[in-house]
């Protein structure tokens, strides 16, 4: 397994980048390095990685209640994963 994350600059956010390279990173993961499940943990407040990940196969399998500290506070974290 390994873990993921992306990292869009906000010029290109909205154009399906993200999507396009999560598809071909999952393939890479499956076909090349033969590993079987992707992981990734996203902060509650980070509504548009949410939804790639879930729109791109990912399952969420916990939230981390109050996990990272921010200026306004803890907030929770979401673990999500993909078998390939």
């Known amino acids: 397994r390994a873990g993921i994350g992306i990292y869009i600059d906000e010029h290109f956010k909205s154009k399906g980048y993200a999507t396009k390279a999560l598809q071909i990173i999952s393939l890479y993961c499956k076909n090349v390095l033969f590993l079987h499940q992707l992981f990734c943990e996203i902060s509650s407040h980070n509504l548009a990685s949410?939804?790639?990940?879930?729109?791109?196969?990912?399952?969420?399998?916990g939230i981390k209640k109050e996990w990272l500290r921010t200026p306004a506070g803890y907030v929770d974290v979401h673990s999500l994963q993909l078998v390939l």
């Open 50 to 61: 949410l939804s790639l990940f879930k729109n791109s196969g990912f399952s969420e399998i």
